[in-house]
């Protein structure tokens, strides 16, 4: 295995560039010039790729077809088939996805003295926030701030997050580094304590914690292990994804039906409150893209939660990972951390040259990538007919000593070893990946929503991140708004009383699709891609 | 596919034809499976899809995560997508980083034999033996270090003849060595003091105050901390 000959003649021009490249950064991109790129090249401004909505809250908001499919799709879920007098669960608090935004709300609830049920598709941390590798962002140096972070994440974002959210974000991240380590992270440092902190695309001050490359793991093992340290507050129920959010007559969200997966029978779970922490939808493979992400994320907390009607923001916006790998055909789409970039690493095309400022905001790196490949012809096509470019890793080991890509990205060396490159001395071929969604249900700093009862954190909130999210922000943004949402239901649970379960939203929605003409044959959320036979995931 | 040969695997021995450039997870797709267990990252971070397997003419057992290893010919593979090896029972607070957390909460981590099974097994290439011998030692720094990328697939439990639970060890001695060894942040306590203090509002109600042409002007003019 490894790089076929005519993939080797193209590394050797790579190589003989390098020495030169070591002396020279291709510049910044103008905030003019960026703009053009984007219209031009990102995949969010494909206007075929798109279609407004024709029912619920968002009437009227463009977003790609396969999540408009599934947000204008009928119920899984028969209203007949379950019986809700016929209770399974009740609690305090109900959180339906078990990552890093589920598991630190939990921890929070309980502090709070809730009783706290988390109900999970998978196993509890099988979720893309183990998979994070480059690390989490926090204003916590001298030379830093709240507000210069801040205005990082305003630049990132195109100016249009939600100032609110943002300051929350920036004010609790040193607070949530220090919570994280008094839980038992182990993030990277000097032998004087000082935290190790590295630049990530759209910073302007080296604010990236790490825990090696492994930094989603580490932090999701522990949130993880600190759940598991109170089994009698905390249940986890496994394989037992959320299908419906449940209403009381009050108008409340008043818990969900959860599908046990392996039996298929419904369980009825009536909760004071429900926090909605289901993540992305990489899974979804927007305009046929492959994706970063874990198997169960589908997009399905957006899905109940429109049906209560609760608004989503953001919605036409995805964020291209620029770096997922693009050979071998074996880990096609899975990601390359920027982390290789925030280490010096160059992106250059098949003659070896540099086309693109390395650390670039994400959205404006991957235009620059898909422009190379598409407009200028001058990536690489693998022996699968894929395109890409090169990333030049070797030249960490250069710039900062042999040895620095073992120890720095141990999970990358890895991957690729296994198919037999050595990144340490090779470079990676690498195309834009579907990688996150950067918008999702709206919420407010304290994680509530326009339904009552309806909390929601992490990657499936929107507002936050804008137009695009910064890497090192969404671990962030897991922590400071899991934490928050496990706050605020702390403080609001002991007041709520639930009037009698319903389901009456769903006959609502039906309506509503009769209404505007819609027949559709979809039912969501879908749960689970089925790759059955497929090729190319 | 057509032009590609297909090679016989058997799942749990059940013979199907895959094509040879899949990895085992892709396999039991392409053969009609559609996975709930034994599948999480799909990207070896989860250690959700441990898979056990051996190929004609070989006696060794070998071992892979389904979504990182390419399928052979005649390979016979199972999945083992849980395997009952519970944590123990403990709130971090209550520990000191040394020995004596460990003969509270895993005191069988004496019984370890030192045979390099669970080394062998590891699809981490993590020394496991190494680690747990540090264990013995009560070397929490140790253990938490040479343990750091385990994936917690579980496979050096499953094969341990001494019944250890190795991989729940590690994590414990992760997390006691980062809340209790690990050098103290300085810099970190005294800005979450500061934001405490709230030493930072003013400037970012400055920040949030500004108008958007404002706000981009900053942003575009702002200084970039060098490499
Ligand atoms: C490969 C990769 C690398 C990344 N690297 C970084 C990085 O370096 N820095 C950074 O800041 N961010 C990074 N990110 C982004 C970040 O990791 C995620 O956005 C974030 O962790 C999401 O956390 P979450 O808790 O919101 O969702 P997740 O961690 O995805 O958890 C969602 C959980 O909900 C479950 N679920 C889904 N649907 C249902 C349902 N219907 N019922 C019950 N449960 C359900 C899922 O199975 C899962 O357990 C990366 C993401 C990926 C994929
Ligand atoms: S599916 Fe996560 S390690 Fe294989």
Redesign the pocket.
Known sequence: MGYPQYMRDSIAKVEATRPRRLQETFPMLTAQEKQALLEKFHPDYIREAMRELRVGPNKGTRTPHELADLLEARPVLDPKAVNLDNVDYETDVLI????????AAAIKAREAGAKVIM????R??????????????AADKENDSPAIHYLDVMGGGGFTNDPDLVEALVKDAPLVIQWLESLGCMFDKQPDGTMITIHGGGTSRKRMHSARDY??AEI?RTLRDEVRSWPEDIRVIEF????ELLMDTNGRVAGAV?MNLETNEYLVVKAKCTII????S?RLHYQNYPT???Y???G??LV?AYRVGARLAFIDTMQYHPTGAAFPEQIVG??V???VRGLGAQVVNIDGEQFVFPRETRDAESAAIIRECVERGKGVTTPSGIQGVWLDSPMIEIIHGPGTVQKELPAMVRQFGRFGIDITKEPMLVYPTL??QNGGIAIKPDCTTDIPGLYV????SGGVHGRNRL????????CVF?RRAGITVGQHFREVTLGKLTLSHLDRWEKELKDAGLDPKVCA?I?LPDYTRRKGV | MADQELIPIYIMNKQYLVPPTLTIMRALEYAGYKLIRGVG?R?G?CGACATVYRTAGDYRLKIGLACATLVEPEMYLAQIPFFPAPRAQYHLEELKPDMSALLKTYPEVLRCLSCGTCTKVCPQDIDVKDYMAEAMRGNIAGVADKSFDCIMCGLCAARCPAEEKQYQIAILCRRLYGKYLAPRAEHLHKRVQEIMDGKHDAELIRFKTMSKDELKKAYYERDIEPE
Do not use: R, W
């Not at chain 1, 509890?124 to 962002?137: L, S, V």
């Not at chain 1, 922490?277 to 992305?280: D, E, H, K, N, P």
């Open positions: 339906i996805g078990g990552g890093g935004a589920g598991s109900a999970t598709k998978l509890h941390g099988d979720a893309n926030t183990m998979m994070a590798q480059g690390g989490i962002q930094s989603g999701m037992a994804p959320a299908v959860l922490a289901t993540g992305g990489g970063t992400n874990h169960g994320a589908t399905d907390g109940m899975l990601l951390t920027e982390k990688h996150y954190a992490g990657e499936a890497m090192g922000n969404s671990l962030l943004d897991v899991g959320p749960l | 990252c990207a971070f």
